[in-house]
């Protein structure tokens, strides 16, 4: 099996190629590139059995490869993203590895590939998918919001912010130093725009920050109820369906 590294971290690489050796002696490593240039050039001019692409190299996402050069050989994505993002990863490679990349992990890629080749199957690229992941790794989230103070108009750091919640068809900013303001967007919209590693959608009401979590509280039906700072409501609390999803936030 030939297969072509592109990584920009050495350390990662190095360990990536102690482990597929450890898995199969007989991998051949073709080259270990470092950049989209570079890895776009050496497509242009070789080929291989399979393809790891870390997805943010030092010039950009390896993503932008795909859009650069034809490439026929399956692909399993590397990065240190978290799963919110990796779903779009997916794409129409093998598999993708979260790092640090777990032996058994990659095992079970090479297996996926090896049961590929058997069938002589190559996964299509889907463009419309790829940009979409490229739009997910460079989305820039709110760093701000506007809020109107009596006759004045002023700006709240995202950073600043405890949680969002909704009451009586209005949506309110809650800060870290105990302010309430009313924002002019639903909570939905919030979501989209806050990034998901610092927030986290509990219910139809809140939208919490890690900072804002006092204490995490046991709850009725397989619930969890959380007490956030500053506020002493009730309804803080982190559906059933959630709860799985919202454990594994705070794990990240």
């Known amino acids: 099996m ?21 898995l199969n002696p ?3 490593i073709l080259a270990q590139l470092d950049s989209v240039k570079r890895a776009v050039k050496w497509l242009n001019e070789n080929e291989a059995d399979l393809l790891f692409f870390d997805i943010q190299l030092a010039d950009g996402l390896s993503f932008e490869i795909l859009e650069q050069v034809q490439v ?3 692909i399993i994505f590397t990065t240190a ?19 640090p990349i777990d032996p058994e992990e990659l095992g079970n890629a ?3 590939y090896e049961d590929l080749f058997a069938k002589r199957e190559v996964p299509s690229m889907n463009m419309a998918l790829i940009e979409q992941a490229m739009q997910m790794m460079t989305k820039k989230y709110k760093e701000r919001f506007v809020v109107k103070i009596g006759e ?8 600043d912010t405890a949680y969002f919640f909704s009451q009586e068809k209005a949506t309110y900013l809650q800060t870290i130093e105990k302010n309430r303001f009313i924002i002019d967007y639903t909570l939905e919209q919030v979501e ?5 590693e610092q927030f986290f959608r509990i ?17 009725s039906n397989s619930r969890l109820r959380l007490i956030l700072k500053h506020s002493d409501d009730m309804d803080a609390i982190v559906s059933r369906d959630k709860v799985q999803e919202f454990k594994k936030w705070l794990d990240r």
């Open 192 to 196: 989209q725009l806050v990034s998901p």
């Open 72 to 74: 026929s050989a399956p």
């Open 203 to 219: 219910n139809r009401k809140y939208l919490v920050s890690l900072d804002a979590v006092k204490d995490i509280v046991t709850y």
């Open 81 to 99: 993203f978290d799963e919110y993002a990796i779903q779009a990863f997916k794409l129409n490679s093998i598999d993708y590895l979260l790092k």
């Open 152 to 159: 004045h108009i002023h700006t709240i750091a995202t950073n």
């Open 26 to 28: 007989s991998i051949e």
């Open 110 to 112: 090479l297996k996926k």
């Open 2 to 22: 030939k297969v072509l590294l592109v990584e920009d971290e050495s350390m990662a690489a190095k360990r990536l190629t102690r482990l597929l050796h450890d």
